[in-house]
């Protein structure tokens, strides 16, 4: 694995300039050769695509990575076309999942895109162009009069689209060679793909992020891609955002039999054919999707998965060296990293010493712990369910002597979780911008958070609205406790 790429994907909880500088020494002492950037609206665009950018994006005098350094423009350019300004671009009227592969202006766009990529990153040696998961084509009034000519077919339509981009690259800057993903390939046949002039033009970039992929397939794919013109290929693994669209915490342990299935591969293919391997880190599945887990999260899975790469293989000696370069006492692969919270207390040890660690600590504890913590209070409490149910709640027949039973559990586990979340608020603070912090929250920790904030409010509410009345009972030859009568029990 000459060139091995970190992926880096701009679309969600894009790091902060100085995270990145922070991180970028520790990524090459684990054996990166390089980023792939994939910007989408975190790059300074200027001119009329301006308004591409996030209120976040990047400037452009924080934008040195110090490795070397691979653009990605991810066709079909969702976050583009989301714009009113450039909806007359998309293929499907509609969708913004497409471009338009016969509009002259949709080819105009991509050169302009290009452009200004390679005005801001020089001595480039690949450009990758994206064209993955490209559904859509096609399916445009424009393509469906195209593919009712003779001898037309959607897998042409594609090919002519890569053909067209990757031509738009080469003829303005020659000495960059454009990468693809490889999927929308992958079942065209030999012919097709050899015929269409695409072999010559770009690198595909074989992607399966699975824990055991199919080796035989894969080898078998490489040799069909040589027989068809392709020069070199690449592979894509992943380090994270590849288990689940809304997935907190790394299962480092699938990642890195990921890796160890990419070197069965390399092991069984010719030498000479191997450019590099991407090790993808999804932060989103799509433009429109949640965020998967956060950088700082996935350090750790992204050192062993370099590690891996790098050394040939995943040993004892492998693993001491992540923990050193980490600042790790137990570097856990096959289950969660746990940060061996007292539940009762909530603190914590560290995770490491690494940029973000404290994110990966306090994330930990709030996946773990949150909503289980929550839900032990207000699901398997007797009180609650027995006598503070939603249908006593919503009609407010509590009696105020059931309140006492919980409410000082509630009002501690409330203000230890807010701690916490303020650790949190303020970790992420320096890496993430405002935005994605608020989305992170919302997401992971609002729908159990709010949960315990309504029970608190609605035990202060009631007592708020209590008149003290001492009732006396003679019970077995002594009084009573006191009680609190709400308005409603005085009327009954």
Known sequence: MRQRLVHLDLKGAAPRAQYLEQVL??????????????????????????????????????????????PELPFPLQFVLKHREFAHLREVKALPNALNPHKEESLALVKAMIDQVMALHKDLQWFHIGCDEVYYLGEGE?????????????????????KA???????????????????????MSEETLAESGVPQLVQPMIWDYAADID???????????????????????????ATGVNQSLTLIGHHLRNQLEWLQVASRSPVDVLEGIALTGWQRYDHFSVLCELLPVA?????????????????????????????????????????????????????????????????????????????ELL????????????????????HPIIIHHFQPDAVSLLSKWNAVLQDLQAAMEQVFHRCAIEEWM??????????????????????????HITVEKKKQGRVSETVVLTRQEQAC
């Open 25 to 70: 020494p520790l990524l090459r002492a684990l054996g990166a050769t390089g980023l792939l950037l994939e910007y989408e609206d975190t790059f300074p665009y200027t001119g009329p695509l301006e308004l591409l950018q996030a209120p976040h994006a990047y400037r452009r005098t924080l934008l040195s990575p110090g490795v070397a350094a691979v």
């Open 142 to 162: 424009e393509s469906k009069q195209w593919l009712q000519q003779q001898d037309n077919t959607p897998e042409k339509l594609c090919l002519s689209h890569i």
């Open 165 to 187: 981009v990757a031509t738009c690259l080469a003829s303005s800057y020659p000495m960059v060679t454009p990468i693809v993903w490889d999927d929308m390939l992958r079942g």
């Open 215 to 241: 080796v035989e397939g894969k080898v078998q794919l490489i040799e069909k891609y040589r027989r068809c013109g392709f020069s070199k290929v690449w592979f894509a693994s992943a380090f994270k955002g």
């Open 299 to 375: 350090i750790p899975s992204l050192a062993v998965c370099l590690q891996a790469l790098k050394n040939g293989g995943y040993s004892e000696k492998v693993k001491e060296n992540v923990e050193n370069l980490l600042g790790m006492s137990n570097l856990e692969v096959d289950t969660f990293m746990s940060s061996e919270t007292n539940r009762s207390s909530l603190d914590s040890t560290s995770l490491g010493t690494f940029p973000g660690s404290n994110i990966l600590t306090l994330v930990t504890q709030v996946s773990f712990y949150l909503k289980s913590s929550v839900d």
């Open 379 to 398: 699901e398997r409490n007797r009180y609650v369910t027995g006598w503070f149910s939603p249908y006593h709640r919503k009609r407010k027949i509590i």
């Open 442 to 467: 919302e997401e992971n920790v609002h729908p159990s958070l709010q949960k315990l904030q309504q029970v608190f409010q609605k035990t202060r509410n009631e007592f708020g609205n209590c008149f």
